[in-house]
């Protein structure tokens, strides 16, 4: 396992929204360094023991790992010009952090991965997107706005602050806001199918599974793929 080399999946699904109205969206299942416990493998690459026999955050290597996150999903952006509008999400701040005891650790977690979604927001919008954040509050999503007032203050003066105005909050999956054809950023363990555990996994991205069709097509891409059928 090395930081930068997660997969990333986009897989067109119908979405059934709150409403009962179905839109044909995309959802983005990034992986995120899973640091919930020490026996996950994530943690011998993201972290080392202080003197203090805590669990300090290798700050190099998480990044790294947003980082792959990020040119991931602009690629995809680039190879599909079609695709407008795309969500972002606080994938990898929640409960993936849980195991870290030390509170430091947690808080530099979360500084990295909310300035790379805020790098990913202004990278999207240079290329014409449409960019809003998805979650049932705005907690990490004024940690992303914080990274882009900053960016404002150090590039004032110079006519493109447009990119890096603070992102909307759209609101929480399923809600009325999806557009068709939207782009939603998830939360994916890449040791289970996108979904998780449906109805019975209070995460984005059980909250994704359970309100589409993303899971079944991730299964029958798998089943293909091991028989050696092209699933892409």
Not at 112 to 117: F, Y
Not at 121 to 128: D, M, Q
Request: aromatic share 6%; hydrophobic share 40%.
């Amino acid at each position: 396992m090395r930081p930068g080399n997660q997969l990333g999946l986009a897989i067109d699904t119908p979405m059934k929204l709150a409403s009962g109205d179905i839109v044909d969206v995309t959802i983005f299942s990034a992986v995120a360094p899973a640091l919930d416990s020490v026996d996950q493998p994530d943690f011998s690459v993201y972290t080392h023991k202080t003197a203090e026999r805590k669990f300090a955050l290798n700050k190099e290597n998480y990044a790294k790992s947003f980082d792959a996150i990020k040119e991931q999903m602009l690629v995809y952006a680039r190879d599909h010009p079609e695709k407008t509008e795309f969500s972002l999400a606080g994938i990898g701040v929640g409960a993936y952090l849980s195991g870290l005891r030390n509170e430091e650790a947690r808080n530099e977690a979360r500084e990295i991965a909310t300035s790379k979604l805020a790098e990913l927001a202004v990278e999207l919008r240079k290329l014409g997107r449409s960019v809003n954040f998805t979650d049932i509050n705005d907690a990490v999503l004024k940690l992303v706005n914080k990274h882009l007032s900053d960016m404002r203050e150090k590039n004032t003066g110079s006519g493109n602050t447009e990119v890096l105005k603070d992102l909307d909050l759209a609101g929480s999956i399923p809600g009325g806001w999806i557009k068709p054809n939207q782009v939603i950023l998830n939360a994916w363990d890449n040791h289970s199918l996108v979904g998780n555990k449906l109805a019975q996994d209070p995460s984005l991205d059980g909250y994704i599974g359970r309100n589409s069709l993303v899971h079944l097509v991730h299964a029958l891409a798998c089943a293909m793929e091991a028989e050696g059928i092209s699933a892409r």
